[in-house]
Each structure stands twice: as C-alpha cells, then as structure tokens.
C-alpha cells in the first residue's frame, strides 16, 4: 500500500512539473520565429522593397512594402507562427501580378527585428503598420487584411476597430486557448495560455466583408474551429473550405482564384 501511495504521488508530481514546464516555455511553443536575414533574393524582381516602420513602444519594424497599381487596394498580410515574411513572397506573387499592393509586416522578434513576440506586442505592430499605411496615404478602404493561421488573432483585432476593404481569414481559430487544448488534452491548457488571441468573443464586431478559407484536413487548426468563427461573423461574408487541404497547403487548390473571384465581387 505505501508503494502504491509513493507511485501515485510521484506521478502527481511528475505531473505537476510538466504543466509548470509547458507553462514557462508556452512562447517557446507558440512562435517559432526565423532570425535569418531577408535578403533580396526572397523578393527580388518583385517590386518589394525593405522599410522601416516604427512601434508605440520604440521597435523598428523591418518588413517588405510594394505601393498598388493606379486604383488597387493593397494587401496587408499578417503571417502565421513560423519563419518570418520572406517566406511568404513567393505564396502573394500572384497578387502583385494582378498590380495588387503588398504590405508583408514583420513582427517583433521575426526576421531581422529586435523584441520578443506576445500578443500585446503583435496589437502594437498592427497598429504601426496601419499608421504607417496611412503615411503612405493609402486608405483603409483601400485596404484588405490578410491573417493567416496565428495572425488572424491580429488580422480580427485590428478589423472590429477599423473599416477595410475587406478581411481574408486562412485557416482560423476560436482562440489558442482552443487550440492548445486541442493538442495538449491532457493537460489543463485553457488555464494555462498567456497570448488567447480569442476571436471568437469579438468576431461578432467585425467592421468589413470577411473572407474565410479553410483546409477540411488542417491537423493543426480544426477546421471546426474555422467554421465556428465563420457562423458567429457578420455578413457580408464567404467561406471557402477545402476538402482535401491541410493547413500548409490551401494554394495548391486554386485558392488565388477564388481569392480573386471574392475581391472582384466587391466593386460591384
């Protein structure tokens, strides 16, 4: 009976230790930043170029810009955990064909730029990139907000507090809350989570026609969760979820088209 009694305290302990480990290193978890200079070879030929922009709390914010053509609005994309955005020009090319504008903000502790990420952190980048848009003296209106995987947590934020031409969601959550207890069942996650980026309690507020895209076999982010943000959204609103799509995979379905099809449909 004493074995028996010291087993189950041991385990009890044991754990206890991995939730305070899976606690203290939750960032470590959640972003998964590359520090890797973006040099020109990720965007040459592309019209981008490399800017600076500066946060309210002193960052200096180096991400990749292309002004639109004549009367195009201008995506502005928030990129999910991993890599930093000069992994991402070559998924946005054929936006830039089209003579769309590209804003690919990078934020604190990716790529070249000094801090560390948190979700207050991200607002704070959001907003400088909104105010350094409106330097540039392109509108909102003019203005579609892309958020993908971790960034539609900021793509949303930034949607319930200004009007913008549109706001794409690929592969959306609830909130990480959700997600994290999706994948760490046995753990008490939703108590846990430092950065919730919940969605879901403000989706309700958002100011713009919403786009949603979402891959059926996305083992990463539900897509239950994605359809559940999708219903509580206001109209105007579309989804498009893809029946054979994970999470990494969305544009080898012919998604840009649709894309194109949804961007279309709101000029008339």
């Not at 000094?114 to 207050?120: F, H, M, N, T, W």
């Not at 540039?136 to 507090?161: D, F, M, W």
């Not at 989706?203 to 943000?229: R, T």
Request: glycine share 6%; proline share 4%.
């Amino acid at each position: 009976m004493t074995s028996l009694k010291t087993l189950i305290i041991c385990a009890i302990c044991f754990y206890v230790v991995i939730i305070l480990i899976m606690f203290i290193f939750q960032r470590s978890l959640l972003y998964l930043p590359s520090k890797e200079k973006i040099d020109q070879s990720y965007y040459a030929e592309t019209g981008l170029k490399k800017i600076e922009f500066i946060t309210s709390d002193g960052f200096v914010l180096k991400s990749l810009f292309k002004r639109p053509y004549r009367e195009k609005s201008i995506i502005m994309v928030f990129h999910g955990n991993a890599g930093h955005v000069g992994h991402r020009v070559e998924k946005f090319r054929p936006f830039l064909e089209e003579g769309y504008g590209l804003f690919l903000v990078e934020y604190r502790g990716y790529g070249e730029n000094s801090g560390k990420p948190s979700e207050s952190g991200f607002y704070k980048d959001g907003q400088a990139a909104i105010n350094f848009l409106s330097e540039q003296n392109i509108p909102k209106n003019k203005t579609i907000i892309y958020g993908e995987s971790l960034g539609c947590g900021l793509a949303v934020k930034l949607s319930t507090q200004n009007i913008f031409r549109a706001i794409i969601l690929e592969a959306p959550y609830t909130s990480i809350a959700d997600v994290a207890s999706h994948h760490y069942w046995y753990l008490p996650a939703k108590l846990l989570v430092l950065d919730r980026f919940d969605i879901f309690s403000i989706i309700e507020n958002v100011k713009s026609p919403l786009l949603v895209i979402h891959g059926e076999k996305d083992d990463v982010i539900s897509i239950n969760l994605g359809k559940k943000v999708f219903e509580s959204a206001p109209e105007p609103k579309k989804a498009i979820f893809v029946s054979n799509a994970g999470h990494n995979n969305l544009y080898e379905f012919k998604i840009y088209d649709e894309i194109k099809h949804f961007l279309k449909e709101l000029n008339k």
